[in-house]
Nanobody, 116 residues
Framework: VQLQASGGGLVQAGGSLRLSCVVS????????MGWYRQAPGKERELVAT???????VYSDSVKGRFTISRDNAKDTVDLQMNNLLPEDTAVYYC???????????WGQGTLVTVSS
């Protein structure tokens, strides 16, 4: 399974960005896809996840500002980020969690920088 993320960049506080991730080689529809982030000096943390049936989970810090979505036919997962804050600055990683093997696969990470 390979994941290719894109869409990071530099944005001012209050702005928006959209991250996209394409998954290839999954071979299964039993999975959860999501986004995690890691800020400098901090551990990687959950941002949001979405199941194949559309059930979502968000961290409290992004609820109401970020929206995760997926296209099962295209094997993509997107993260729409609105009202960005400086504390959202991090490297964002897309994740594929198999519900068959319980293995986790990660994209290469994309940097999001929010200036104040």
């Amino acid at each position: 399974v390979q994941l290719q993320a894109s869409g990071g960049g530099l944005v001012q506080a209050g702005g928006s960005l959209r991250l996209s991730c394409v998954v290839s080689g999954s071979g299964s529809s039993f999975n959860i896809m999501g986004w995690y982030r890691q800020a400098p000096g901090k551990e990687r943390e959950l941002v949001a996840t979405v199941t194949t049936t559309g059930r979502t989970v968000y961290s409290d810090s992004v609820k109401g500002r970020f929206t995760i979505s997926r296209d099962n036919a295209k094997d993509t997962v997107d993260l729409q980020m609105n009202n960005l804050l400086p504390e959202d600055t991090a490297v964002y990683y897309c994740n594929y969690h198999s519900l068959v093997s319980f293995a986790d696969y990660w994209g290469q990470g994309t940097l999001v920088t929010v200036s104040s």
